[in-house]
């Protein structure tokens, strides 16, 4: 009988320490995990209604532009509200590195997706792609944060579960939106 109270064995924990460097603490994990929903949600609604492979992929990058640009200007905004003043290229560069985290999370499923539309694949195999990825992503957020925490495999399952159902929450805006 095995113990369920038994941390993950150290073999795994070594793998899922050398893929956890994307998801480091130094470049804003809130922002990582922003980033990939952000993404998710665009792809899931967009694919939808997108009429090229191409569009869907540069709607998708856009958006990320936008959402990250919008992030540092909130975040500069909101120190001018604490502390008025003028705005320094130093405190800009600060708040564009601290916020870098949403462009790393939303980047992995924009490749995903740009490398199918580069073969010529169709908007919706392109569109699956990109969900399928974000998905996988969340749920891989979720373990690499239960193993840091020294989980027992059940609450691992636990939480992959939840990053499995936040992926279909996503998925389920693109039936929602069609």
Known sequence: MSDTNAPVATTYRSVIERISWWIDPSVGTKGIVY?????????????????????????TALVLVLYYVAHVYAEILSRRFENPGAVSTSLIIEVMGA??????????????????????????????VG??????????????????????????????????????GIIAIRWVSA
């Open 99 to 128: 916020e870098s985290g949403i462009v790393r999370g939303a980047s992995l499923p924009i490749i995903a997706m740009a490398i199918p539309t580069l073969l010529g694949a169709g908007t919706n195999s392109v569109q699956v």
């Open 131 to 168: 969900l399928v990825i974000t998905v996988l992503c969340l749920v891989t957020f979720e373990i690499i944060a239960g193993i840091k925490a020294h989980f027992t495999p059940i609450q691992l399952l636990v939480q992959a579960a939840v990053g499995v159902g936040f992926g279909v």
């Open 35 to 59: 980033g990939t929903i952000t993404v998710g949600t665009v792809v899931a609604i967009d694919g939808s209604h997108s009429t090229s492979t191409t569009r869907l992929v540069t709607t």
